[in-house]
């Protein structure tokens, strides 16, 4: 019996230790009010800025809450943030690129050339224009990370879909009389989802790094609420009298998306993405 390639993924030796933290890390956010016997929000100015010790084990921040469960809860935040922000912005990308190179003719070249455009422009530059029209807080945070990324799975899937368009199968299911939408959803894209969905993968490390900037400059998750970025802002000020406020999660923010990264590149080994990747180009 063949194991699916995720967990095949795990047997690889950058692979298991990367993909057992990303379980640990999902699993502390869904069980977040399990794991601690604080609030993320309650203040508690008399322990404000107390080091790790045995009753915190991170410490506390500049209000005293504990450091720990407001990672736990910032864990929920950002992971949350990012992958419903990718999972939008690879629905809408994939359906794009599958019309446009389904299509062609005008269609084509309008939705090449508004991709082409916003490719051009940087995420965070893209991010932060939206979220000032937007307005901060998770629902702005959330249409920026998704129209940021939105040209990467167009182009990704119009690349696929090019390949695939011109295989046997394709116009023997056209000669058979199936519909423009029957030989899309049933054919094309699910022979063309799984780089795609690696290529999710690897993108929402990305989204991460910029949902926690966009909290670092107060434009994300706002308080109570926490979130990685977020927290760091407010330990940038304490770095010299309280540094494990910003420390921490820099580090959940650091070692995440490291093992995002190498449980994706694993994921690809495994899959032979690269090779499909040569052929579609």
Known sequence: MTLPAPIRALRRPAGAPAGLWLLLVIAAAIAAPLLTPYAYDIQELPAAWQPPSAAHWLGTDEFGRDLLTRLIYGARTSLSVSGIAISISVLCGMTLGAAAAWFGGW?????????????????ILIALILVAI???????????????????????????????KGETFIEAAASLGAGNAHILFRHLLPNALAPVLVSAMLATGDAIILEATLGFFGLGAQPPVP???????????????????????????????????????????ELDIRARMRRAV
Do not use: C, H
């Open 107 to 123: 269609f084509d070249r309008a939705v090449t050339t508004v991709v082409d455009l916003t490719w051009s422009f940087p995420e």
């Open 134 to 164: 937007i307005g901060p807080g998770t629902t702005g945070t959330m249409v920026a990370i998704s129209v940021a990324y939105l040209a990467q799975f167009t182009r990704l899937t119009r690349a696929q879909i090019m390949t695939l």
């Open 227 to 269: 979130s990685w970025g977020g927290m760091m802002s407010a330990g940038s000020a304490l770095v010299f009298k309280a540094p494990w406020i910003i420390i921490f999660p820099g580090l959940a923010v650091a070692i995440t998306v490291v093992a995002i990264n190498l449980y994706g590149d694993a994921l690809i080994a």
